[in-house]
């Protein structure tokens, strides 16, 4: 037996695929402004297939995020410096701002970060930072120029915060350029001329470009052809900011170029940009430099930072740790200037970097309070769907940094096991730790997010999102994109191995069986 279908509502069924695939293609909530691109359905059965999607499974970041990291909070030595207060609901708006009055004003001269409120109190540690200050003398002179001494808690704190920005500014893999990166290649495969070769062939010819504000949306198969060349189809991690901007408000000016009452003296220079792999480097490098401390140059063996009272110092690049997976850290090994102290600068996932820290961490009682106030900290960050991250500092002997550098060469070297020796190595030297303090990286929702999900669920679609974030980040974020609602009831989870996963699995469906078998009563 066989079913026959008439030929007419064959044709009729094909016809409204068609129509479904045109309403698809020219619908205007489907269209993104930036790279002048539509939805594209390239199969006449996709009305079909979506019909049928039962899960989707997916990543978070940069899928259901912007994935463009703006710096919010930090915490230095124990010390909380939110730098976005409307998180506090218990903070008036008069008290707050007052308290950032003095660094909104600061930031309007810099052209970095202008939506990042300063804290006053780091401003002023980071407005005196010079390598002087960033080594261990605990000396320094009064006004009236007699020698006075630190109270050794107070003293570490200001170094510390001096190295915590200076840690953000060169722990990375972060290139300074001064011109824009573009991406000459759209997802068709065609390769378009760059603006400066435009520009080139326009003077040529003798011709000027011209662009028409044309709002309807451009053929199929014209799509490629239409994109704007001088902007790149992908987002590039880069951001212009000019240059210590010198004028009567900068604070960011050393004694031979003006004070802050001051003209400026020398002239601005070029504007550079940022390129980086992670946003989340971005995010910390440009925060660094709105305070001061900027990366000015990256070669082979050497970075170049600008610290507000030495002006350019350049530190030898000695390592690069690169971050992975299981050790959740990156780590970078200098050398001071002047000191020639060999530095290991790390940042990584606060699990990761508080389990290494140095023993004074756990015996000393003034060290201890250090570590539960920052742990605090960043149970609130993580409260806030911010991304966290962890930073220490660890100052290393010449007999142990020999040590470990001829280990590392023939671990590079190795012809066998090359990934496990370096990655021993990594944790051989990363260490014994000073800890520095934390950041608190906010990623935001994509517009529609939370809409989105929801109106999959209520289709009897099954989301799930995968994170490498906190437990408590993560929570915060499946709340507010909607993946979880107040009605559900929240079951967590935490396994070390498979047969604990299990076990922890069978029971919670033993409690759910229990629970639809006999229900339990409403609370009144």
């Known amino acids: 037996f066989q079913t026959v279908i008439p030929l007419a509502l064959y044709v009729s069924i094909e016809l409204v695929k068609l129509g479904q695939v045109f309403f698809i293609n020219y619908d205007l909530d489907l269209y993104y402004e930036k790279m002048n691109k539509r939805m594209e359905c390239r199969a006449l059965n996709i009305t079909e297939d979506l019909g ?3 899960y989707i499974f997916s990543d978070k970041t940069g899928t259901l995020t912007e994935n463009e990291m703006e710096f919010k909070s930090c915490t230095i030595w124990g010390t909380d410096y939110p730098h976005a207060p409307e998180f506090d609901e218990n903070i008036d708006d008069s008290e707050t701002d007052s308290r950032f009055s003095v660094a909104t004003n600061v930031s309007k001269s810099s052209s970095i970060m202008n939506d990042l409120k300063l804290e006053p109190g780091l401003w002023r540690e980071i407005a005196s930072m010079s390598l002087r200050s960033l080594t261990n003398v605990e000396l320094t002179v009064d006004s009236s120029g007699r020698s006075t001494n630190y109270n050794e808690m107070d003293y570490q704190k200001s170094q510390k915060i001096q190295d915590f920005f200076l840690l953000m500014a060169i722990c990375n893999t972060v290139v300074v350029t001064t011109h824009a990166h573009e991406d000459l290649m759209d997802e068709s495969g065609i390769v378009h001329q760059s603006a400066e070769e435009e520009r080139r062939k326009s003077k040529l010819n003798g011709k000027r470009n011209s662009s028409g504000n044309n709002v309807t949306l451009p053929p ?17 991690l880069a951001e212009s900011w000019d240059f210590l901007q010198r004028n009567a408000d900068s604070p960011f000016q050393t004694p031979s170029e003006g004070t802050l009452t001051g003209s400026p003296v020398r002239p601005d220079p070029p504007k550079t940009r940022f390129e980086a792999e992670s946003p989340d480097e971005l995010a910390l490098v440009r925060a660094a430099a709105t305070y001061g401390c900027c990366l000015k140059k990256r070669s082979h063996g050497k970075v170049t930072v600008y610290l507000p009272g030495e002006g350019d110092a350049e530190f030898d690049l000695l390592h690069v740790l690169h971050f992975d997976s299981t050790r959740k850290r990156m780590s970078v090994i200098v050398k001071h200037p002047t000191t020639k102290e060999i530095i290991l600068l790390t940042k990584g996932a606060d699990s990761q970097i508080l389990s290494v820290l140095h023993s004074k961490y756990k015996e000393n009682e003034e060290y201890k309070k250090i570590v539960e106030d920052t742990e605090d900290h960043l149970y609130h960050y993580a409260l806030q769907g911010l991304r966290t991250l962890c930073m220490a500092k660890r100052v ?16 590079e070297s190795a012809m ?35 809409e989105t999900i929801s109106k999959l669920r209520e289709a009897g679609i099954n989301v799930w999102v995968l994170t490498g974030d906190k437990q408590e980040t993560a929570i915060e974020i499946a709340y507010s994109s909607q993946l979880f609602s107040e009605e559900q009831l929240l079951i967590t989870l935490n396994a070390s191995n498979k047969e604990e996963t299990e076990d922890k699995l069978d ?8 629970d639809r078998k006999n229900p339990r009563p409403l609370s009144a």
């Open 52 to 54: 049928q999607v039962e």
């Open 220 to 236: 199929i198969n014209t799509i490629s052809q239409n994109v704007d060349s001088k902007k790149p189809l992908r987002p590039i």
């Open 396 to 411: 290393l002997t010449k007999k142990v940094y020999k040590h470990w550098k001829k280990k590392f060469k023939e671990a």
């Open 416 to 450: 066998q096991d090359r990934d496990e020796k370096l990655f021993e190595c990594a944790c051989d030297i990363e260490k014994d730790f000073d800890l520095l303090g934390a950041t608190g990286i906010e990623d935001k929702l994509q517009d529609g997010v939370p």
């Open 507 to 514: 029971h919670e469906l033993g409690e759910i069986e229990k």
